[in-house]
């Protein structure tokens, strides 16, 4: 039987299926699309290989709806499981409370405070439903402190919005990455081990490096240490680089060579003006996602049979730099992540 759409209809319903999480719902929005272009119910329950009297439901039920996008939700009953309201906002604060690596003590609380039992299946689902998920903790600097944090940003951005033309601002960071592959997330076979060749050396790479959060900007320096004098040829490769800027703005952490003598010393006669994020503060100095970003393209799971071809795909990647502006401006951003630890 055919059901009339109209265009209007059409569209939503298309966009319902674009942005449907399950089989089910985008198989039932299927149902109502194949049925206005004619498609007979036995016809249907062919080509989606679903019983028939599952589509003859899922029509009748459209037909009697009154919004095509409040069907879905009038249709769909989420798992309640066994928990009342009162019981689940008790098992949510013992959750928020504890920091819980298995299900079975969640499963032990149920049965000693509502004599209600569960299966680890039943009480996963359970958990799902009422919106926990299992997935890795956060770390949390100890000694971070969240209002300077916030302060920072506050400033941060008053001088953004007052920066002349012929101002530039960089984030500066040492960064020493590890000749060896890196174990991560991937699409593996259900059953199948996938491995990673790995070396057993622990030779590394000693990069100082720049990046301007407004283009793109990446200046990297190899280094054979990290320290005050191979900043400071950073800090004059920067000055080089933006001969015509009035003001450099230079953010970095609180590593000890950037308060040495000789660093203080040389910024007395610069354009450079050094500016100290927050203590214990990575989230703040938007080059770690730089590093990270070089980490996910050039380092983890390729695997550099010696040291020299590792260096080689490192100095690849910055030198090429350029052709990845608009992934790095996506990926970096400006918006910075203040911590706001629930513990």
């Known amino acids: ?126 958990l799902k439903a009422i919106g926990f998920s299992y997935k890795q903790l956060s770390l949390f600097p100890s000694k971070a402190d969240i209002e300077k944090q916030k302060e920072f940003v506050q400033n941060y951005e008053a001088l953004t919005n007052n920066l002349s033309e012929q101002d530039v601002i960089l984030f500066i960071d040492g960064v020493h990455p590890q000749h060896n592959t890196q174990a991560v997330n991937a699409w593996i076979e259900t059953g199948v081990v996938k491995y990673l060749n790995t070396n057993t050396g622990r030779s590394r790479v000693n990069l100082n490096g720049a990046y301007n959060p407004n283009n793109q900007d990446v200046i990297i320096r190899e280094d054979v240490s990290i320290n005050a004098q191979s900043t400071i040829e950073l800090f004059k490769q920067i000055e080089q680089i933006y001969y015509l800027a009035t003001t450099i703005y230079v953010f970095a952490d609180n590593a000890k060579y950037y308060k040495n003598h000789l660093i203080q010393e040389y910024l007395k006669n610069s354009r450079i003006k050094l500016i100290f994020l927050p203590t214990y503060s990575p989230n703040l100095n938007l080059i770690e996602r730089l590093w990270k970003f070089m980490r996910k393209k050039v380092i983890n799971t390729i695997y550099y049979p010696d040291v020299t071809s590792f260096k080689a795909a490192i100095k690849d990647f910055f030198d090429n730099i350029d052709m990845y502006r608009n992934e790095l401006k996506q990926f970096i951003g400006t918006e910075f992540h203040l911590l706001e630890p629930n513990f």
């Open 1 to 126: 039987m055919n059901i009339p759409l109209s265009d209007q209809h059409l569209i939503e319903l298309k966009r319902l299926h674009q942005k449907a999480k399950n089989k089910n719902d985008a198989d039932r929005i299927k149902i109502i699309l194949l049925a206005h272009d004619g498609y007979t119910h036995e016809q249907i329950a062919s080509i989606l290989l679903i019983n028939k009297n599952t589509i003859t439901y899922w029509i009748q039920k459209f037909k009697s709806g009154s919004a095509v996008n409040d069907w879905l939700q009038k249709n769909y009953k989420p798992y309640s499981g066994k928990l009342n309201s009162a019981q689940i906002e008790q098992v949510k604060n013992y959750i928020r409370e504890h920091i819980l690596i298995d299900i079975k003590p969640v499963i032990t609380y149920i049965k000693s405070n509502f004599n209600i039992e569960y299966s680890r299946s039943g009480i996963t689902k359970q």
